[in-house]
């Protein structure tokens, strides 16, 4: 190779490289619409899941509370029977075993 060949070989080369990577980033930049309404719709569908999420853990708290109350009640009337019960109990086996 003579010396004016290796430096417009050179320069070929650049501008080769230069070209591929331009229409890489054209390439690449046509395709960024389609993955942003991809994520978009992720989002979105994320978005979804977790309000659902958000109304099934409303009615699981709601549940739990319903059944804390009931558990609540159903002490309470036990205590109040066995109350009952310790003040009645003696009464009876008294008139029953004199």
């Known amino acids: 190779m003579s010396a004016r060949?290796?430096?417009?070989?050179?320069?070929?080369?650049?501008?080769a490289v230069l070209d591929h990577r331009v229409s890489d980033l054209e390439e690449r930049h046509e395709t960024v619409p389609t993955r942003?309404?991809?994520?978009?719709?992720?989002?979105?569908?994320?978005?979804?899941?977790?309000?659902?999420?958000?109304n099934g853990q409303r009615e699981l708290t709601a549940t739990v509370s319903d059944i804390g109350i009931k558990v609540t009640r159903m002490l309470a009337v036990?205590?109040?029977l066995g109350v009952v019960a310790q003040m009645v109990g003696p009464a009876l086996l008294r008139i029953l075993f004199p």
């Open 5 to 15: 060949a290796t430096p417009k070989a050179t320069l070929e080369s650049r501008l």
């Open 78 to 80: 036990l205590t109040v």
């Open 36 to 54: 942003v309404t991809r994520l978009e719709g992720e989002f979105e569908h994320m978005a979804v899941q977790l309000s659902d999420l958000n």
